[in-house]
């Protein structure tokens, strides 16, 4: 069993800045495919962005310039960046973990919430 363990939600001022964190299990990184989704009331959970083992990076069209998904792997943790955060960017973002005839994984979610 993967546990990711999210952090860094919580309350944005307008304009400013967000950095959530995944933290995982050393050595999934090398195998799956990490992603971060985000999840509106009522809504489907969205892909935001997702970095593969070998580090290529994948954004949503929607999220494309807005978002920067990256790996610390002595970390062994996942990124989410976000500057100028906008009130629409307010959801419950989770970390993914998945990979092709493995299990897939996913965080507890962390509440993002604009202040304004």
């Known amino acids: 069993q993967v546990h990711l363990v999210e952090s860094g939600g919580g309350l944005v001022q307008p304009g400013g800045s967000l950095r959530l964190s995944c933290a995982s299990p050393?050595?999934?990184?090398?195998?799956?495919?990490m992603g971060w989704y985000r999840q509106a009331p009522g809504k489907q959970r969205e892909l935001v962005a997702a970095?593969?083992?070998?580090?290529?990076?994948k954004y949503a069209d929607s999220e494309k310039g807005r978002f920067t998904i990256s790996i610390d792997n002595a970390k062994n943790t996942v990124y989410l960046q976000r500057n100028s955060l906008k009130p629409e960017d307010t959801d419950v973002y989770y970390c993914?973990?998945?990979?092709?005839?493995?299990?897939?994984?996913w965080g507890q979610g962390t509440q993002v919430t604009d202040s304004s």
């Open positions: 050393g050595s999934i990184f090398s195998i799956y495919t």
């Open positions: 993914n973990a998945q990979q092709a005839f493995l299990p897939e994984y």
């Open positions: 970095v593969a083992s070998g580090g290529n990076t």
